[in-house]
């Protein structure tokens, strides 16, 4: 497996902004990209799935905040955080392998390769 790792998490306060990368050499022209996000107790949830024409899905709950997209030159998929909420505290990890037609339902069972995470705090 081609190896995934994201960097760019933290703590902020309400209100902050945070951008997340995930370095992923080899995969960033794949046919879906995505965002997960699990909090302490909670199940692991889709947050943005990118997919290999541009298209873009999102969570309702970081709808108009979240913005995920791709740098081609940089090998990176990106995932800007604006207006967060403590809720959003999460580790958040970057996923590849889900299929085409599967991309925007953002579903972690699409999705085979996995990095490590980074951690988001958000205080209030």
């Known amino acids: 497996q081609v190896q995934l790792v994201e960097s760019g998490g933290g703590s902020v306060q309400a209100g902050g902004s945070l951008r997340l990368s995930c370095e992923a050499p080899r995969l960033i022209g794949s046919s879906c990209l995505g965002w997960f996000r699990q909090a302490p107790g909670k199940e692991r949830e889709g947050v943005a799935s990118?997919?290999?024409?541009?298209?873009?899905s999102y969570a309702d709950s970081v709808k108009g905040r979240f913005t995920i997209s791709k740098d081609y030159a940089k090998n990176r998929l990106d995932l800007q955080m604006n207006s967060l909420k403590p809720e959003d505290s999460a580790m958040f990890y970057c996923a590849a392998g889900a299929p085409w037609h599967d991309c925007l339902r953002i579903n972690e069972f699409d999705f085979g390769n996995w990095g490590q995470g980074t951690q988001v705090t958000v205080s209030s």
């Open positions: 990118i997919r290999s024409d541009g298209t873009t």
